[in-house]
């Protein structure tokens, strides 16, 4: 599976962007599909997730529950992050990822779970 993460950018606080990320290759209902952010200095971290099945359960950390929301068109292979009300502190590398396997939340927050990365887009949040 290769992934393709676009539509990063430069935005003033409270503005909104969407991220998208193209999978291609051979995806399966047992994926989950995620996005972590990295900030300079910092770890990378879990933002969001959809399971790539018929119920497509999807999963928030809490610095962005309310404000971001994740989509999928499992006809197309895209996941997308709708990102409102950024802020500052949302100012990361954004990165799309797939992980063939993991079911738990906890496995679903680590990146130790995920198989496929995307290149990472740039988000930059000005105050």
């Known amino acids: 599976v290769q992934l393709q993460a676009c539509g990063g950018g430069v935005v003033q606080a409270g503005g909104s962007l969407r991220l998208s990320c193209a999978a291609s290759?051979?995806?399966?209902?047992?994926?989950?599909m995620s996005w972590f952010r990295q900030a300079p200095g910092k770890e990378r971290e879990f933002v969001a997730g959809?399971?790539?099945?018929?119920?497509?359960?999807?999963y928030y950390a809490e610095s962005v529950k309310g404000r971001f929301i994740i989509t999928r068109d499992n006809a197309e292979n895209m996941v997308y992050l709708h990102m409102n009300s950024l802020q500052p502190e949302d100012t990361a590398v954004y990165y799309c990822?797939?992980?063939?396997?993991?079911?738990?939340?906890?496995?679903?927050?680590?990146?130790?779970?995920?198989?496929?990365w995307g290149q990472g887009t740039q988000v930059t949040v000005s105050s």
């Open positions: 990822g797939v992980s063939r396997s993991a079911r738990a939340t906890g496995a679903i927050f680590a990146e130790t779970s995920y198989d496929y």
């Open positions: 290759g051979r995806t399966s209902s047992n994926f989950i």
């Open positions: 959809i399971r790539w099945n018929y119920y497509g359960n999807t």
